[in-house]
């Protein structure tokens, strides 16, 4: 998965499955996506919340883009957190943990995302080892499912699962030919009160974590079906 933004619980709930997790940092940074910016709560509505990248080439990996240098974009996302959710039940303490992640000192995005990534996994008891794509041995010139499959033998691999957002990008017959598994997970969202009688769903994990105790959140990382491809 590329290395999002404090992203959704089924990116968790990815991890949390898997035997190793990978952080494909070296692929294009897409303009627009979910790399730089996630939705929370703004009075009571959902928001986009976004970290500044500095301006670079098109062509960029998301590893060779940084974030704008400077403290005023964590601070006010962080100011977005505090006025949204002052008044959440975990507000405090989750705040304390979103605050060291959003001032750490590496701009590159990459290598910020990947750190609060594994901030977030300690966080909720996640023990699955991050490894980082480009570190890897492999065929750079690969793209797509090829690259996928690159990656998979390079560590070993029986099986690689995906979100189930990715079905019609990979095909059963063309990992079979690699001796892979192919899966897909599917989330199961488990509605929680937020501060309306309506609950607005596919938020920052930052929003699962404001309403939710250790206990219901360790147990919403389970609550997903393996589809096979």
């Known amino acids: 998965m590329q290395p999002y933004l404090f992203p959704y619980i089924g990116y968790f709930q990815l991890m949390a499955s898997a035997d190793i997790f990978v952080v494909h940092d070296d692929v294009q940074h897409i303009k627009g996506g979910w790399i730089n910016r996630n939705r929370i709560l703004s009075s009571g509505e959902p928001r986009w919340v976004t970290l500044p990248v500095s301006a670079g080439a098109h062509r960029l990996n998301i590893n060779q883009r940084s974030y704008v240098p400077g403290a005023e974009g964590p601070r006010q996302f962080l100011r977005r957190l505090e006025a949204g959710y002052r008044a959440a039940p975990n507000f405090a303490e989750v705040f304390e943990l979103v605050r060291p992640l ?64 990715g079905t019609a990008l990979y095909h059963h017959a063309r990992f079979a030919a690699h001796g892979l598994e192919l899966a897909f997970l599917q989330p199961e969202p488990r509605a929680y009160r937020q501060f309306g009688s309506v609950s607005v769903a596919g938020l920052s994990i930052i929003d699962v974590l404001m309403f939710n105790d250790a206990t219901t959140v360790r147990e919403m990382l389970e609550e997903f079906t393996l589809v096979e491809g």
């Open 102 to 165: 959003l001032l750490h000192e590496d701009r590159n995005v990459a290598a910020f995302n990947t750190h609060a990534l594994r901030g977030v996994a300690k966080s909720v008891g996640i023990t699955t080892p991050l490894v980082v794509s480009s570190e890897l041995t492999k065929d750079d010139s690969l793209r797509g499912e090829a690259r996928v499959i690159a990656i998979c033998e390079a560590l070993g691999a029986e099986r690689y699962v995906n979100p189930i957002g």
